[in-house]
């Protein structure tokens, strides 16, 4: 079992910063990938980024490129998210999400995880 707890969102204005952090326990030498999601009300999880355990590959989607890094401190067990230049389109519930290899599934896939955090609620105004 792998254990995933998501902080750091909040509110805050249109062009402003937050970071988000998931602290990872249990078991996750099994794990291969870890990412992050976001759902916004009404809408479906999306795949926002991704990083490859072993090589820290990193992958993001199209909408986020260049204005959110992610990253991983094994230190702390911990997982980032920095998300700078925030627009409200970015409001949504975000969650930190870990998951075996899988070659048939995209990483932005949500099948392709196992573990699932609670989420933390991000809301951007304008």
């Known amino acids: 079992q792998v254990q995933l707890v998501e902080s750091g969102g909040g509110s805050v204005q249109a062009g402003g910063s937050l970071r988000l952090s998931c602290e990872v326990s249990?078991?996750?030498?099994?794990?291969?990938?870890m990412a992050w999601f976001r759902q916004a009300p009404g809408k479906g999880r999306e795949g926002v980024a991704v990083?490859?355990?072993?090589?820290?590959?990193?992958a993001y989607a199209d909408a986020v490129k260049g204005r959110f890094t992610i990253s991983r401190d094994n230190a702390r067990h911990t997982l980032y998210l920095r998300m700078d230049s925030l627009k409200p389109d970015d409001t949504a519930m975000y969650f930190c999400?870990?998951?075996?290899?899988?070659?048939?599934?995209?990483?932005?896939?949500?099948?392709?995880?196992?573990?699932w955090g609670q989420g933390t609620q991000v809301t951007v105004s304008s």
């Open positions: 999400a870990a998951g075996m290899f899988r070659r048939s599934l995209n990483w932005y896939a949500p099948a392709a995880y196992d573990y």
């Open positions: 249990g078991a996750t030498t099994s794990m291969h990938r």
């Open positions: 990083i490859v355990i072993s090589g820290s590959i990193t």
